[in-house]
């Protein structure tokens, strides 16, 4: 994985960090990753899936982080869409997130924060962002 966009040192370090914990060795080898940093309203960030593999399978995707946020925020921001790559990458989410871990769900009928994924996704995001912060103090 070769993530693309305009990123500090700090940004990729952090990305190549999140990645070797998200994905195999193998996986990582056919991911495509763009990181845009864009004017956002009312959310942090988000992942679009982009493109897909002969099996179907989600492989390119595009991180959008909001531009206003500040530099540790983006690579919190950062760890925590990168968890729903590996969510979609992994077929444990469908696109229309109506399918999580092989059974049926209704997210119109679940409060966000309440949503499997989102749990998971804020959970192992700050794991992820605090071991990449003690990696840097070592």
């Not at 530099?71 to 590996?86: G, R």
């Not at 092989?102 to 949503?115: L, P, W």
């Not at 499997?116 to 990449?132: D, H, K, Q, R, T």
Request: net charge negative; charged share 30%.
């Amino acid at each position: 994985m070769k993530p693309t966009g305009k990123l500090s040192k700090r940004q990729l370090e952090a990305i190549n960090h999140f990645a070797n914990i998200l994905f195999s060795h193998q996986l990582k080898r056919y991911i495509d990753l763009d990181i845009r940093f864009v004017k956002m309203d009312c959310m942090q960030g988000t992942v679009i899936v982009e493109d897909y593999n002969d099996k179907g399978l989600p492989r390119s995707f595009t991180i959008e982080v909001n531009r206003s946020d500040d530099p540790e925020e983006k690579i919190k921001t950062i760890a925590h869409e990168m968890v729903h790559v590996k969510q979609y990458a992994k077929g444990e989410l469908s696109e229309e997130m109506d399918i999580w871990r092989g059974s049926k769900v209704n997210a119109d009928s679940i409060d966000y924060f309440e949503q499997p994924w989102e749990i998971e996704a804020e959970s192992v995001g700050l794991n992820m962002y605090e071991s990449f912060i003690r990696l840097l103090c070592d």
